[in-house]
């Protein structure tokens, strides 16, 4: 897939997290989203977090650098600027560095190429949790729910436990997929569950 495509459904996603998370009241914050153990404001550091991570990542920064991130507070006075601002930098340096050179990431070497994928998948599915902690729609769109069905699915299951994905949900492996929508095929594969599935989008047909 070449680059143009790929940044278009990073575009796609980066636009779903920021829906999701600019719908976050400050009495949401303390509330359980739905990812297990974590509340809505430790999931948005985390997920704000992921945009310097990643950054750093690309700029070939020591693994120590790379996690000592992960104990900061990534909020500032306003979480959507946060999350835009550490975004920007990780899409410029994409832009500028050789993504084929692999990056010491925690589960292992892999490809700057893998790593936007995995970006791509990571604000996606954190909008679905964090939709659950404030009881609101995925505000996922059907083309990028169809690009993570066809284009993303194996890497999930790739992944799998040590990219922090559960094994997929029973209804990927009965082969029921060709009566779910997109969107609940993503979830399905990740390993969401029904807390998760509550806050998908109405299925319209052929999806």
């Given at each position: 897939m070449d680059l143009p495509c790929i940044y278009s459904y990073l575009d796609r996603a980066e636009v779903c997290w920021a829906n999701a998370l600019s719908r976050v009241s400050g009495a949401?914050?303390?509330?359980s989203s739905g990812c297990q153990g974590w509340s809505n404001e430790q999931l948005i550091n985390h997920l704000?977090?992921?945009?310097?991570?990643?950054?750093?990542?690309?700029?070939?920064?020591?693994?120590a650098e790379v996690e000592a991130t992960r104990g900061q507070n990534h909020l500032?006075?306003?979480?959507?600027?946060?999350?835009?601002?550490?975004?920007?930098?990780?899409?410029?340096?994409?832009g500028e560095c050789d993504l084929n050179a692999e990056v010491p990431h925690r589960i292992g070497p892999i490809s700057g190429h893998q790593l936007v994928k995995m970006r791509i998948l990571?604000?996606?599915?954190?909008?679905?949790?964090?939709?659950?902690?404030?009881?609101?729609?995925?505000?996922?769109?059907?083309?990028?729910?169809?690009f993570i069905d066809t284009r993303l699915g194996r890497l999930i299951v790739q992944l799998g436990s040590a990219g922090g994905y559960a094994p997929p949900q029973p209804g990927v492996r009965a082969g029921e997929?060709?009566?779910?929508?997109?969107?609940?095929?993503?979830?399905?594969?990740?390993?969401?569950?029904a807390a998760v599935n509550a806050v998908l989008p109405p299925h319209r047909g052929g999806r």
């Open positions: 949401d914050l303390d509330s704000i977090g992921g945009g310097l991570r990643y950054e750093t990542l690309l700029a070939q920064a020591p693994p500032g006075e306003d979480r959507l600027e946060s999350f835009w601002t550490h975004e920007r930098a990780f899409r410029r340096i994409a990571e604000l996606a599915l954190h909008a679905a949790d964090l939709s659950v902690g404030t009881g609101d729609e995925w505000p996922i769109d059907d083309e990028l729910a169809e997929r060709a009566h779910a929508s997109r969107a609940q095929r993503v979830l399905n594969i990740s390993g969401r569950g």
